[in-house]
């Protein structure tokens, strides 16, 4: 005799299997990066926009784009191979005044408002907490990669965790312009078969202070303008090992024309491939 399934007990079934907990197997997979990008002076649109070409498209890793710091911390971290990151240390919470086009950021243009704006206070908060710089610490010792971009030497001063995994502190930058990139280890195999290039980025000035062995890069403005006195050359990329993990830090990056150098796309795909272990 066969049994009836009413409508009701149906029902009822549908709803219960419904509160049984999720197969894990069946939840998607985070992406092989996690990718926290974009400031004040660096719009995300382009960062993705470039990476998405170079390392999405080009080289076929997933990256999860985020551009709220909240999330860099343990927990997100968790289940990612790499960690890549483009912004620097900065927050505005009380807003800022935009200068008009080609005039220096500190210039505000004329603002017409009715009401009236209330007064907008252009301070920074350094957003990186202890917890965070733990965080990337703890990522890269228990064997992640981390891909570190150009202005991130702007978070080290806020954090001693960080400045160790990254090593290196900024000492500023000139305005955008042409400087070579050259390469002073050629055996290494993310810069194995990539000739120097020239490109028009700001040209990041740094204290480094890991092993001279790591450096990869030095950047050089062969028109011989200088940067306060540091004169004209800056370390520019190295790379290293780190606990169970690897290391990465390569310096242009301001704008999307010199992240699409094709030298420099190259750089970065072997970047990549070194610090998931591919090559």
């Not at 500023?172 to 000739?195: A, C, D, Q, S, Y």
């Not at 006195?229 to 690897?246: F, I, V």
């Amino acid at each position: 005799m066969k049994q009836q399934i009413t409508r009701r007990a149906a029902i009822s079934g549908i709803a219960a299997s419904a509160l049984l907990p999720t197969n894990p197997a069946s939840a998607a997979a985070k992406a092989t990066a996690f990718a926290l990008i974009g400031d004040r002076y660096h719009n995300s649109d382009y960062i993705r926009t470039a990476l998405r070409k170079t390392l999405v498209k080009d080289l076929g890793i997933s990256i999860d784009f985020r551009d709220e710091v909240e999330l860099l911390n343990a927990e997100e971290l968790k289940g990612y191979k790499l960690l890549i990151m483009l912004r620097d240390g900065m927050l505005w919470p009380g807003g800022y005044l935009q200068g008009p086009p080609g005039s220096p950021a500190s210039l505000p243009p004329a603002i017409v408002s009715e009401p009236p704006l209330a007064k907008i206070e252009a301070q920074p908060l350094y957003w990186i907490t202890a917890e965070q710089g733990k965080a990337v610490k703890a990522f890269v010792t228990r064997g992640g990669g981390i891909l570190f971009y150009h202005n991130v030497t702007y978070i080290s001063p806020h954090n001693d965790d960080f400045r160790d995994v990254l090593g290196a502190v900024t000492e500023e930058h000139p305005p955008l312009r042409p400087f070579k990139v050259k390469i002073v280890n050629r055996e290494h195999p993310i810069t194995r078969g990539v000739n120097d290039f020239v490109v028009t980025d700001e040209q990041h000035f740094m204290a480094y202070q890991k092993d001279p062995k790591y450096l990869l890069l030095q950047s050089v403005n062969e028109n011989g303008l200088t940067f306060k006195d540091l004169g004209t050359s800056s370390a520019a990329g190295w790379a290293y090992d780190y606990g169970k993990g690897r290391v990465c830090y390569l310096a242009p990056g301001h704008v999307i024309t010199s992240l699409w150098n094709p030298e420099y796309e190259t750089l970065q795909k072997n970047a990549v491939r070194w610090l998931l272990r591919q090559i």
